[in-house]
């Protein structure tokens, strides 16, 4: 059992950044692969970002491919997900995922976060 706590949402203007993180409980962590997902007011969960279990890998999606950076430190139990550049577009509910498969997807991940909320003004 994995549990998943994401901050670091807020309020930004557009161009400007915001790190989100995820916090897992119990000892396992480092056997899960993380990613983070994010949903906007009436449209599907998104994948954004995945990093394996190692952090040897990481996979975006290519509308934040070179804005976001996921990165993940085991002995702390975290996940976290530099945003820069963000746009109005970038508004979104970000959830924090974790699974053992790889790569990872919404519909194959049984942890989540409770989610946090960021919205970008233009």
């Known amino acids: 059992q994995v549990q998943l706590v994401d901050s670091g949402g807020g309020l930004v203007q557009a161009g400007g950044s915001l790190r989100l993180s995820c916090l897992a409980s119990?000892?396992?962590?480092?056997?899960?692969?993380m990613g983070w997902f994010r949903q906007a007011p009436g449209k599907e969960r998104e994948f954004v970002a995945a990093i394996y279990r190692t952090g040897s890998v990481t996979v975006y999606a290519d509308s934040v491919k070179g804005r976001f950076t996921i990165s993940r430190d085991n002995a702390k139990n975290s996940v976290t997900l530099q945003m820069y550049s963000l746009t109005p577009e970038d508004t979104a509910t970000y959830y924090c995922a974790a699974g053992r498969n790889w790569p990872l997807r919404a519909s194959s991940a049984p942890y989540w976060g409770q989610g946090t909320q960021v919205t970008v003004s233009s």
């Open positions: 119990g000892p396992i962590f480092r056997t899960y692969h």
